[in-house]
């Protein structure tokens, strides 16, 4: 690698980035019985993804904790061949890449090679797969293996927002594509930041930051971010207070595999439902003590 002034700035450490997962909560629980659910392998996965309903073919995102699981034969790469085996040869997976941890006004560089994904340990895994391309965002990449992965990726970076429309987040809505969540509750649910951005929330960004981005070609791009909020009183979310509005709306299902739970949504059908409501009471996000009724 040659010695580019910003490198050593991208380097900097931050949030484990090997560790599990990086969200607002814990994952919510299984069902009773299962904290002692025996050893898992990549065929068990495999079978859970189909028998929820992922795709053949489809474009996938997925959002996971490698520990909720349990014991996982084959760890990170188990997971990630079960999933590409069932997304299949014509399909896209999709994974969070995410920095909004590491880079900032304080450290403002992203390298595409250098900076690890805060989204666990799957995810960093991920994109280090030979063929996979990960997004330009500063804060908010995505990577993706597949069927047109880098196109979904492409232009991430020329955008002053993390989930416009245009970006892989509005991509995977247009493309009808799903979110599986493995192990991890809607906090961790990037999907709801996008249409809370679509929606046009009038207190969703309170910056902005000018952030740098780091090429695999070593060019240098500059990115005028706006960050999301950091005030107290709209910071904190409510994301799991919009499952029962999935649930009745049929854009969310239900597994388990191991000692993780698994949602499987309906991107387009999750949108097509909330966006209406966050219209109406921008508020319906977040947290009791603020939120405003509908």
Request: proline share 7%.
């Amino acid at each position: 690698m040659p010695n580019h002034p910003l490198v050593s700035a991208a380097r900097q450490s931050g949030p484990d980035a090997h560790g599990d997962h990086t969200c607002d909560a814990p994952p919510m629980p299984v069902a009773d019985g299962a904290a002692g659910a025996a050893a898992i392998d990549k065929s068990d996965l495999a079978r859970c993804f189909r028998d929820i309903g992922v795709r053949t073919g489809g474009t996938l995102l997925v959002h996971s904790s490698l520990s909720a699981f349990g014991n996982v034969r084959g760890a990170e790469h188990a997971v990630i061949d079960a999933l590409l085996d069932v997304v299949g040869p014509g399909g896209l997976l999709v994974m969070p890449t995410h920095t909004w941890g590491t880079v900032s006004a304080a450290q403002p560089v992203f390298h595409e090679q250098l900076s690890p994904s805060i989204t666990g340990r799957i995810t960093e895994t991920f994109r280090h797969r030979p063929t996979a391309a990960r997004s330009l965002h500063p804060t908010h990449s995505v990577a993706a293996l597949g069927s047109g992965a880098r196109e979904f990726c492409l232009g991430h970076e020329l955008y002053s927002t993390p989930c416009s429309r245009s970006s892989p987040y509005g991509r995977l809505v247009a493309a009808g594509g799903q979110v599986l969540m493995l192990g991890v509750g809607l906090d961790c649910l990037t999907l709801l930041h996008g249409i809370e951005e679509w929606a046009e929330v009038p207190w969703l960004f309170n910056r902005v930051e000018t952030l740098y981005v780091i090429t695999k070609a070593q060019a240098t791009l500059t990115v005028v971010s706006r960050r999301h909020t950091n005030d107290p009183n709209y910071e904190e979310r409510d994301f799991p207070s919009l499952e029962p509005i999935l649930r009745e709306a049929g854009a969310i299902a239900y597994s388990t595999a191991g000692n993780a739970t698994i949602r499987l949504i309906d991107a387009a059908r999750t949108t097509d439902t909330l966006l209406p409501l966050l219209r109406e009471n921008p508020d319906l996000v977040l947290g009791p003590r603020v939120r405003t009724p509908l």
